[in-house]
């Protein structure tokens, strides 16, 4: 476990909450927003696709 350091033994920075803001261009959150978008409709596809794989296998298995 890290202990923090006081405030009088760090170095000198520029606040850092600012900083962090800063640097993060509008179009920044908007790619992370779309990868986010676009990882959930994959993965609800994959999902759809693996229900439907298993049901039209039992309806082989019920025409048999």
Do not use: C, N, Q, W
């Amino acid at each position: 476990m890290r202990l923090r350091t006081p405030a009088r033994d760090r170095s000198p920075s520029p606040a850092r909450g600012s900083e962090s803001t800063a640097d993060h261009s509008p179009t920044a959150g908007l790619v992370k927003h779309l990868l986010t978008a676009v990882g959930i409709l994959a993965f609800a596809y994959a999902v759809s696709r693996l229900l439907d794989s298993r049901e039209s296998i039992s309806t082989v298995d019920e025409v048999r």
